[in-house]
Nanobody, 122 residues
Framework: QVQLVESGGGLVQPGGSLRLSCTASGFTLDYYAIGWFRQAPGKEREGVSC????????YYADSVKGRFTISRDNAKNTVYLQMNNLKPEDTAVYYC???????????????WGQGTQVTVSS
């Protein structure tokens, strides 16, 4: 069964950190670009970050640049999103997605996780 599972979400105070994990089962992440997306209540889904399968090149939305870091551990079939200096506006459900780089960037990846809630509040 092909599946992506996110974990690591939770409640954190402004300025705090979280590390999200996206682990694949049923397929190997090595050959896929992986993207992180988020959706806050009442807002459209937005792309947060993406990492390619080929050379590990990365993309970050302006809103998270300098605070978030995406990385992959192919041996663990897992991609991470390290989130530092979190702000209340980062509150959202975070999803990971796998596919070709072009599909992921377009938000049209073939495989999606179920999401993990991140809440930034004092």
């Amino acid at each position: 069964q092909v599946q992506l599972v996110e974990s690591g979400g939770g409640l954190v105070q402004p300025g705090g950190s979280l590390r999200l994990s996206c682990t694949a089962s049923g397929f190997t992440l090595d050959y896929y670009a992986i993207g992180w997306f988020r959706q806050a209540p009442g807002k459209e889904r937005e792309g947060v970050s993406c990492i390619s399968s080929s050379d590990g090149s990365t993309y970050y939305a302006d809103s998270v640049k300098g605070r978030f870091t995406i990385s992959r551990d192919n041996a663990k079939n897992t991609v991470y999103l390290q989130m530092n200096n979190l702000k209340p506006e980062d509150t959202a459900v975070y999803y990971c997605a796998a596919g070709s780089y072009r599909a992921v960037v377009a938000g049209l990846a073939g495989h999606w996780g179920q999401g993990t809630q991140v809440t930034v509040s004092s």
